[in-house]
């Protein structure tokens, strides 16, 4: 059963870290395009950060660039990603997504397979 189960978030202050994780199950995070999102309260889902899965570039909010770093664990076949320096506007469900389609980009319509979200709240 191809699946995505999250792991990680909460509550955190200003300029703490935290790492999310997502697990894969039923395929191999080697061969697949890899994205997170956020959806922000009362905004739409935005793509944070991509690996396109033919070209293997990054795509996502330049923004975030400096805060924000994905890593793979082939053996554990998870992803994660590492947030530091967070910020309120931070806070948001984090999501990470897969298809198997080759994707180039991080918009959400190109991935079709989620994992079940995870709260993100940066807080005084």
């Known amino acids: 059963q191809v699946q995505l189960v999250q792991s990680g978030g909460g509550l955190v202050q200003p300029g703490g870290s935290l790492r999310l994780s997502c697990a894969a199950s039923?395929?191999?995070?080697?061969?697949?395009?890899i994205g997170w999102f956020r959806q922000a309260p009362g905004k739409r889902r935005e793509g944070i950060f991509c690996?396109?899965?033919?070209?293997?570039?990054?795509y996502g909010a330049e923004s975030l660039k400096g805060r924000f770093t994905m890593s793979r664990d082939i053996p554990r076949n998870t992803v994660y990603l590492q947030m530091n320096s967070l910020k309120p506007e931070d806070t948001a469900v984090y999501y990470c997504?897969?298809?198997?389609?080759?994707?180039?980009?991080?918009?959400?319509?190109?991935?079709?397979?989620w994992g079940q979200g995870t709260q993100v709240t940066v807080v005084s």
């Open positions: 997504a897969t298809d198997f389609d080759a994707v180039s980009g991080c918009d959400e319509g190109l991935f079709g397979i």
């Open positions: 039923g395929f191999s995070w080697n061969s697949v395009t």
């Open positions: 690996i396109g899965s033919d070209d293997g570039r990054r």
